[in-house]
Structures are given as structure tokens and as C-alpha cells.
């Protein structure tokens, strides 16, 4: 069994608290509970059968989305860090790449959502992907909505996350999808039987992104769903298009990730540079792009942009955006794709913040967990009644 990581209650902590004063400044300087945002719900989906099938589908659980009054986008955001996740237990595989790097699997095994449920070998498999400095720590809620949906759920922690230390001087750049690759093989053996799903958060949409459009109809996962998804990130770190005081405090966040690691990366990085950095782009110029020797930033992202193999995508996907999201903001979210392919759908709010869509008075949970699994289960029910549609019937006679 694995408990939650000190390391990342350290990091979460540290977030927070720098989180709130910032906070605290901007909420003063825009009125305690600010303007409310226009409440702004649409699907945007290109035509086909299957999306006809999830329009009708998820149109009610969007037009159910009922955020919590008295917050805006970033007491939502800020609420991420502080609303308790929920109580999974995890067991893990530590995973050892080609290269010598390691990374980790956390299983998720039970929760008080589904203590009565055992699941089956064949059990379809949410493979999890979590944020910017995340682990399966910050992943616990989702991975019970998704046992109470009768899935396997399984978070992917990337090389120096979820408490491990590096076996190798390198960090996974933030496209590559070469770790997630192998770490697909190994569920794959452990469970042949089942299908996989993958659900992305933040920095981990972007990854699992790069994934599903990169491989196109060769993926091994069979649809994914991405929330907060940035799409174009040299547009959010290198051209402005995120809120400055985020920008600000995720630097400090990724700087607090380096400080645990500085022993190993020290002689492949720029610490102290990096340490001295105020943006994502300072920090991603003095770690990222040395680390794997890029000659600029530009070059940088045009291999690891979430959307650079776009035109490849096959498999369905589902992407969630709040319009008030600080971090991955609306003016990157690219309405034409979706229009012009028939396996993906854009659901967007007008309230709902950064991975948060808190609903709830004081009791809070977060909305786009549930659909998110809402879209795999109406998913898998499409996908199984067109292949009692296709399969041949063979006629008898007397």
C-alpha cells in the first residue's frame, strides 16, 4: 500500500500558500467575490454518428453543471489545494525504461465509492496523467470517481514524481511520449484482457495529447479525455497567453521541484540560473531546453507542442475548458479543430477555473470528474452497440 508522498504535501502546501497571497491581492484588487463569469456552456463537435450519440449524452450533465456561488476562478483554483481529496489506497510499480529511467504506476485499489464492488481481470483501464508537479497524491478524487465507475484506475507519475528520486540525470520533456509509451506496454501485459482509456489533467492533457496525436490509429489507448487542456503551449509560456501571477507561481512550484533533485540534475542544468527564474520560460530555457539540447525555445515546442501531430488523431476524444481558466486560457482553444473532426468534442464552461469545477455550497466536488467517466461509459456503450450492429449473422435453414 502507498500513502500520500511528503514530498508532495510539502510541494502542495508551498502552492497554496503562495497561492492565497497572490490571491488575496487579485480578489482585493477586482472586489471580494468579483464579477461573475458569463455562463457559457457548449459542445463543439464535428459531425458524425458518435457525436451526435455524445451530444445527447452529455448535454444534460453539462447543462447540470452548477458552480459553487461564492467562488470565482481563482478561489476555485486556489481550492485545488485545499479541498480533501478522496481516501484511495494505492499500490505501486516502479517502472525502469530503456535508458535507465525510472518512473512509477500507482494502482488505485478501493475507496469508499466502490468498497462493494469488485472489479472484474477484464475490467476496463483509466490510465491517469497528472499535472505540472502533481502525483497520484493529487489525482485521488478521480481515481475514485472512476473505481465508482467500475474502471481500473492507474496514475502515471513521471520520472522524479510521487516521491521517487531519478535513476538518470533527465526529467521527461513536456511532449515526449516515449515514458507514457512503455508505460502503456506494461499495463498492457498486466492485463491483456481489458481495454484502455487515458484522462489527462493540465500539464498531463498536454501529454496525453502529444500521445494520441503522435501515435494516431496505432495508440494503444482507445479514447482520452483531456481537462484543462493548454493545446498550444509555446502560445501560454512563450507569448503571454497566461495569466502573469500563475505564470509566477507555477515557476515557483517547478523551482521547488528542481531544489529535490538538484543533486542529480546539477550537471545537465543551469540550477542556479533556473533557480533565479520568475516565468515558465525562463525556467523551461535554463532546464528543458539545455537538458535536451535544444538550440531555442521555438524548437523546443515545435517537437513538444500538445497538438503538433494534430491531423493524426484517430481515437475519440473529450476535452473540458473552463472560459475563466488563469493558466490554459480561452484564446488557445482551437474551435476549428473540433469542428472538423468527427471523434472529438470540446465542452466548455463559463465558470469552473483550472482542473477545480467545484460544485456545492460547502461540500465540495469537482464536476468534470464525473464527466469525464460519464464520457468513457457513454463511450464504451456506442462503441458496443455498433459492434452488435457490424457483426454478421450467419442464416440457418431446416
Known amino acids: 500500500?502507498?500513502?500520500?508522498?511528503?514530498?508532495?504535501?510539502?510541494?502542495?502546501?508551498?502552492?497554496?500558500?503562495?497561492?492565497?497571497?497572490?490571491?488575496?491581492?487579485?480578489?482585493?484588487?477586482?472586489?471580494?467575490a468579483g464579477p461573475r463569469s458569463v455562463k457559457t456552456r457548449r459542445i463543439v463537435a464535428g459531425n458524425s454518428?458518435?457525436?451526435?450519440?455524445?451530444?445527447?449524452?452529455?448535454?444534460?450533465?453539462l447543462d447540470g453543471y452548477t458552480p459553487t456561488w461564492w467562488t470565482n476562478s481563482h478561489i476555485q483554483c486556489f481550492l485545488t489545494f485545499l479541498v480533501p481529496q478522496s481516501p484511495v489506497?494505492?499500490?505501486?510499480?516502479?517502472?525502469?525504461?530503456?535508458?535507465?529511467?525510472?518512473?512509477?504506476?500507482?494502482?488505485?485499489?478501493?475507496?469508499?465509492?466502490?468498497?462493494?464492488?469488485?472489479?472484474?481481470q477484464d475490467?476496463?483501464?483509466?490510465?491517469?496523467?497528472?499535472?505540472?508537479?502533481?502525483?497520484?497524491?493529487?489525482m485521488r478524487s478521480l481515481c475514485a470517481e472512476a473505481l465508482a465507475h467500475g474502471y481500473r484506475p492507474v496514475v502515471f507519475n513521471k520520472r522524479g514524481h510521487g516521491g521517487m528520486k531519478l535513476a538518470t540525470p533527465k526529467l521527461q520533456a513536456f511532449g515526449c511520449v516515449q515514458d507514457l509509451q512503455e508505460a502503456i506496454t506494461h499495463v498492457e501485459k498486466a492485463?491483456?484482457?481489458?481495454d484502455l482509456y487515458g484522462i489527462g489533467c493540465s500539464a498531463g492533457a498536454g501529454l496525453l495529447c502529444s500521445y494520441l496525436c503522435?501515435?494516431?490509429?496505432?495508440?494503444?489507448?482507445?479514447?482520452?479525455?483531456?481537462?484543462?487542456p493548454g493545446y498550444n503551449a509555446f502560445d501560454l509560456f512563450c507569448r503571454g497567453r497566461i495569466n502573469p501571477v500563475y505564470d509566477f507561481l507555477m515557476t515557483f512550484?517547478?523551482?521547488?521541484?528542481?531544489?529535490?533533485?538538484k543533486a542529480d540534475l546539477e550537471a545537465v542544468v543551469d540550477v542556479p540560473s533556473a533557480l533565479r527564474a520568475t516565468s515558465i520560460r525562463e525556467f523551461d530555457r535554463h532546464v528543458y531546453m539545455k537538458m535536451h539540447g535544444y538550440a531555442d525555445l521555438e524548437s523546443y515546442w515545435q517537437v513538444n507542442n500538445p497538438m503538433r501531430d494534430v491531423a493524426n488523431l484517430s481515437m475519440p476524444l473529450l476535452c473540458i475548458n473552463a472560459l475563466d481558466d488563469p493558466v490554459?486560457?480561452?484564446?488557445?482553444?482551437?474551435?476549428?479543430?473540433?469542428?472538423?473532426?468527427p471523434n472529438a468534442m470540446l465542452l466548455t464552461t463559463g465558470e469552473g477555473s483550472h482542473c477545480a469545477f467545484f460544485e456545492g455550497n460547502f461540500q465540495l466536488k469537482s464536476w468534470c470528474n464525473g464527466a469525464a467517466m460519464t464520457y468513457l461509459d457513454r463511450l464504451r456503450e456506442f462503441n458496443a452497440a455498433n459492434s452488435v450492429q457490424e457483426t454478421p449473422t450467419t442464416a440457418t435453414t431446416a
Open 1 to 32: 500500500m502507498l500513502s500520500s508522498m511528503a514530498a508532495s504535501k510539502e510541494s502542495y502546501l508551498m502552492t497554496a500558500a503562495a497561492a492565497l497571497i497572490s490571491g488575496c491581492a487579485l480578489l482585493a484588487a477586482r472586489g471580494v
Open 253 to 261: 512550484t517547478l523551482k521547488s521541484f528542481l531544489l529535490r533533485h
Open 328 to 341: 490554459c486560457t480561452k484564446e488557445t482553444i482551437p474551435y476549428h479543430e473540433f469542428r472538423s473532426k
Open 89 to 120: 489506497q494505492y499500490k505501486r510499480d516502479v517502472l525502469t525504461f530503456q535508458d535507465g529511467g525510472q518512473a512509477s504506476l500507482d494502482w488505485a485499489l478501493q475507496s469508499s465509492l466502490n468498497l462493494d464492488q469488485p472489479l472484474n
Open 123 to 138: 475490467a476496463p483501464i483509466a490510465i491517469i496523467m497528472h499535472g505540472l508537479v502533481g502525483c497520484s497524491d493529487s
Open 191 to 194: 492485463y491483456p484482457d481489458s
Open 49 to 61: 454518428e458518435l457525436n451526435e450519440f455524445m451530444t445527447r449524452a452529455l448535454q444534460p450533465i
Open 214 to 228: 503522435e501515435l494516431g490509429d496505432k495508440s494503444r489507448l482507445r479514447a482520452g479525455v483531456l481537462i484543462s
